[in-house]
């Protein structure tokens, strides 16, 4: 997969970043049938962000994103093709962290999420918004976290932008 976006805000060299544990994730753009596309409104910390997490067990990408997709946006997706991968050095939390970006479209009928307690705390919203409204509100990224401000929003961005190319 192309990579898209390598984000290193904290300028980790690559002899530390090869110390740290590798986060594998999928996450996809997800629109439905008005065209609209599916964003996580993480309202505690006053940003938004792509649906999609980490790889559990021994999960290929695919599944893992099935299976996000099901719990944070309530419904199955199809994914028509890849968009690309963007890698993550994050000293703030000590891993590497690479994400499969896929373009998708709800399948089926959408349900409502199932949110872990977590994001429950986090105040996880689930929002359906136009591609240009989305890249407007990251663009703006007022994000009062360092993960949302200098990880998620620029990540996710970068994941909107490149499927305009």
């Not at 996809?28 to 993480?42: K, N, P, R, Y």
Request: aromatic share 8%; with cysteine; net charge negative.
């Amino acid at each position: 997969m192309k990579q898209i976006l390598f984000l290193n805000p904290e300028n980790v060299s690559e002899d530390e970043a090869q110390g740290y544990p590798l986060r594998e994730a999928a996450r996809a753009v997800v629109f439905d049938e008005d065209g609209m596309i599916a964003l996580l409104h993480v309202s505690k910390e006053n940003y938004y962000k792509l649906p999609g997490g980490g790889l559990e067990g021994s999960e290929d990408k695919l599944s893992a994103l099935q299976r996000e997709s099901v719990e944070e946006i309530g419904c199955e997706i199809e994914v028509e093709r890849e968009i690309g991968s963007v890698l993550e050095y994050r000293k703030i939390f000590t891993i590497r962290q690479i994400s499969y970006c896929y373009l998708a479209k709800v399948k089926g009928v959408k349900g409502i999420p199932d949110f872990t307690q977590h994001e429950k705390d986090r105040g996880f919203v689930l929002v359906w918004m136009s591609l240009e409204k989305a890249k407007q509100i990251l663009a703006e990224n007022q994000a009062t976290s360092i993960e949302g401000k200098i990880y998620i929003v620029p990540r996710d961005l970068a994941i909107l932008e490149a499927i305009s190319d």
